[in-house]
């Protein structure tokens, strides 16, 4: 068991940011007219509007709000005056709200996709793979709500928060800090690390051109004139 652990939580994450790092660059460098997210609007509108707006603020809260959560130094709120206690019940709060809605937002979508027949022609055997990686990872996290809820001393968090630091900063001994977490953690870590593994083989690298699409803030304007 200290075998796998160690393989799962102290190499599989470097394993995972490897492919998708190098992964998006060589499918960037490679394969540019793939590099979309293969909107399905002109096919079937329905109600993409509505699940398509729950989904991605529900998915960017998630993601943004682990990766402050998990990578900001416990010193830094104990610097605050915030007690591990509270920081881990206003997650459970935001991380519940937002799982909620991206949940909601993705039984919209998926719904929609697979009740039309026009969808479904056009839906490639890694769109369903990726939709359904999605939905068990979310589930799998809004479930450590309740796990959380019997122990709201902030010390579980705690260990994971220096799982994570230790695994960005190299250090050889990420593992050991959660052996002794519940399986239903370390299975939404595992379904977390692995979308980075299929990250650069399905639609999801579209997410780096929204972020690179910020650099449209400081454009200079155009000015259009008809003829």
């Not at 707006?53 to 010193?75: A, D, N, R």
């Not at 799982?99 to 027949?117: E, Q, T």
Request: hydrophobic share 50%.
């Amino acid at each position: 068991m200290n075998y796998a652990n160690q393989f799962f939580f102290g190499i599989y994450p470097y394993i995972a940011l490897s492919i998708f790092f190098l992964g998006s660059l060589i499918r960037f460098d490679r394969e540019q007219y793939t590099w979309k997210s293969d909107s399905s609007q002109l096919l079937h509108r329905g109600s993409l509007r509505l699940g398509n707006t729950l989904f991605h603020i529900g998915i960017i809260g998630l993601f943004f709000g682990h990766m402050v959560g998990l990578l900001t130094p416990v010193v830094v709120w104990d610097t605050l005056g915030v007690s591990h206690g509270a920081k881990q019940i206003f997650a459970m709060a935001a991380g519940g709200v937002m799982g909620s809605m991206c949940l909601v937002g993705l039984l919209i979508l998926l719904g929609r996709r697979f009740s039309s027949d026009r969808l479904l022609r056009v839906t490639t055997a890694k769109d369903k793979v990726l939709l359904v990686w999605i939905l068990g990872a979310l589930l799998l996290g809004l479930s450590t709500i309740f796990v959380s809820a019997s122990h709201t001393d902030g010390h579980m968090m705690v260990q994971l928060m220096t799982w994570a630091q230790h695994v960005i900063t190299l250090r050889g001994d990420a593992a050991s800090f959660i052996e002794d977490a519940p399986l239903l953690f370390k299975l939404h870590l595992f379904m977390g690390m692995t979308l980075f593994v299929i990250f650069p083989f399905t639609r999801l690298v579209h997410v780096w051109s929204g972020f690179a699409s910020v650099g449209y803030l400081a454009r200079a304007y155009q000015l259009v004139r008809p003829r």
